[in-house]
């Protein structure tokens, strides 16, 4: 007679990522701490951003060397308040990017310049390397530009080129449709994202088999909440996207996000999460 072993339930590993690192330094300093406290295994790097100098630089690779695992990403800026580390950018709007929704219009009427987007591309890159001295783990976009027509041929263009081995994120989730139409901005994330992934795949370039993380951050909703639904939602290997920070003059210049940031560094710093974690069985690969 045999006996009835369960097996042991899978854990299921998941990519946590903090976006923007380089934006300001009180944001920079929330990412650092929630690095060292094993809360985040992922963050990706804004290059043009005024706190991705030498020192924020050497403070985020000192807090990565204090964690288990953190994998560190180029987060590609292409919209406004920011600026073109080219010189020749075009289209510009004073000098700075376009805004991101004019910049998704264009796209969509194909008026963009593929080649000249690439070229900044390729420049942002290399400015990762020679801040890290080393090609980005992971490659994503700011207001999720990567997705955008025409921004998606050059980001893969690009990344397939300048950085062979990293893997890039797409912003699709793995629900069903009538889940899906509940979050008009996710459902249009969803949508760009299933041409992306097949451009992606065309290429072979890797990328996450789900996303959680979007959200109306006007609303400022319980983030504890909002954790639990992105976690019922994501496969494993996914990636949840998350923008924890403390609010300073800089960011109050350059983002409308703001006061939630801190929301989201204070749950993710909590007790709360690491026992909504064990209680999904979900681990921070």
């Given at each position: ?92 709007d ?34 990762f ?21 025409q ?13 062979p ?49 979007a ?71």
């Amino acid at each position: 007679m045999v006996a009835n072993v369960r097996s042991a339930p899978l854990v299921r590993r998941i990519s946590l990522c903090a976006d923007d690192y380089g934006i300001s330094p009180g944001v920079n300093r929330g990412i650092r701490d929630l690095i060292e406290r094993g809360r985040l295994n992922a963050t990706s790097v804004m290059v043009v951003g005024p706190a991705a100098g030498g020192d924020e630089v050497a403070a985020l690779q000192a807090a990565i060397t204090k964690a288990a695992r953190c994998a560190v990403g180029l987060h590609v800026t292409l919209s406004a308040p920011f600026r073109p580390l080219t010189m020749h950018f075009r289209p510009l709007d004073g000098g700075m990017f376009l805004s991101f929704s004019k910049l998704l219009r264009a796209g969509l009427f194909r008026l963009l310049d593929v080649e000249i987007v690439q070229a900044e591309l390729v420049v942002q890159l290399a400015a990762f390397r020679e801040k890290f001295g080393r090609n980005p783990d992971f490659v994503d976009g700011h207001q999720h530009v990567q997705l955008y027509p025409q921004v998606r041929d050059a980001f893969l263009a690009a990344v397939k080129q300048q950085a062979p081995n990293a893997w890039i994120r797409q912003a699709g989730r793995t629900l069903p449709l009538t889940t899906r139409l509940a979050s008009p901005k996710a459902f249009f994330l969803d949508a760009l994202s299933a041409q992306f992934r097949r451009r992606a795949s065309a290429a072979n370039i890797p990328f996450n088999p789900g996303f959680a993380g979007a959200y109306d951050f006007s609303r400022k909703p319980d983030f504890g909440a909002l954790m639990q639904r992105f976690l019922d939602q994501l496969p494993e290997g996914g990636v949840i996207m998350c923008h924890p920070g403390f609010v300073d003059e800089i960011l109050i210049g350059l983002d409308p996000l703001t006061v939630q940031r801190e929301s989201e560094y204070a749950y993710l710093a909590g007790e709360d999460f690491p026992r909504l974690l064990a209680a999904n069985k979900v681990t921070l690969s």
